[in-house]
C-alpha cells in the first residue's frame, strides 16, 4: 500500500543531487511516514510537493547498511529506496527535531546511486541549533 501526503515543504532537483528544505511543521508528517515504512505498514510513502513533484520513498530490503540509496528519476516523478539504517537514523533524527523544536544540525545527507552516477539526497532544516564556537568545543573535549 502506497500512502500519499502533501507538504508545504520546497525540493529542489538537479542533474546529482535533490535537495528538500524541510519546514518545521512538517517534521512530525515526515517522521510518521517513516515510521510507517520501517513497521512495514506502508510500502512506500508518497510525498506531494507544491510545485507537483512526488517523491516516492521506500525501504529497499536489498540494501545493506552503508549501502548508496537507490535513486529512480522521471521528469517530476522521484523514488528513492532506502537501507534500513538510513531510515531508522532518519527517524531518529526527526523525532528528535520534533522533540527539541529545532534540528541539531542545518542539513543530513545522504548519499544515493542513480545506475552507476552518484546522486544524492539533501535536506535542510528551516529550524536549527546554533553552531558550536570553538571554545565550547573545547571545553566539551576536555582541554
Known sequence: MNHFVKTNSVILVGDDEIVIELMQNDISLFALELIMLLMGLIKKTV??????TRLFLCLETDLSD???AVVNK???HISIGLAK?????FCSFLLKTYRDQAAE????HIEGKKGELDY????????YAPSM???EASKLMGD
Open 105 to 108: 544540525v542545518n542539513h543530513i
Open 47 to 52: 510525498i506531494v510537493f507544491s510545485c507537483g
Open 133 to 135: 564556537t570553538s571554545d
Open 85 to 89: 539504517n538510513h531510515l531508522e537514523y
Open 66 to 68: 552503508g549501502d548508496k
Open 120 to 127: 544524492d539526497l539533501t535536506f535542510l532544516f528551516e529550524k
Open 74 to 76: 522521471k521528469e517530476n
